[in-house]
């Protein structure tokens, strides 16, 4: 049974930054973040190919986020740089058998971390 804990979210003003992780057990998988903004539907962040080699953005955060992984640690992060308000959702770890840009392409969920940005 895959478990995915996210960690990191918080209260941020913008143009700040944050770090998220997520701390999985099974980790033989391509992982992702998805966020969810009140009334919204959940959306696609950024996703990372099983070894690392691969990784890939929403147009809205390219530039600003960066995805990344340690399989030793069995861990991928989130490093947000330059937040803005609209970076405001609940922020979900999500690993799959390949790195699609669709929520139901992946099996495994994380319970979320909020992340608040203040303008």
């Known amino acids: 049974q895959v478990q995915l804990v996210e960690s990191g979210g918080g209260l941020v003003q913008a143009g700040g930054s944050l770090r998220l992780s997520c701390a999985a057990s099974?980790?033989?998988?391509?992982m992702a973040w998805f966020r969810q903004a009140s009334g919204q539907e959940r959306e696609f962040v950024a996703t990372i190919t099983w070894n690392g080699g691969h990784t890939y953005y929403a147009d809205s955060v390219k530039g600003r986020f960066t995805i990344s992984r340690d399989n030793a640690k069995n861990s991928v992060y989130l490093q947000m740089n330059s937040l803005k308000p609209e970076d405001t959702a609940v922020y979900y770890c999500?690993?799959?058998?390949?790195?699609?840009?669709?929520?139901?392409?992946?099996?495994?969920w994380g319970q979320g971390t909020q992340v608040t940005v203040s303008s």
């Open positions: 099974g980790f033989n998988y391509a």
């Open positions: 999500a690993g799959g058998s390949s790195p699609g840009r669709r929520a139901p392409e992946y099996n495994y």
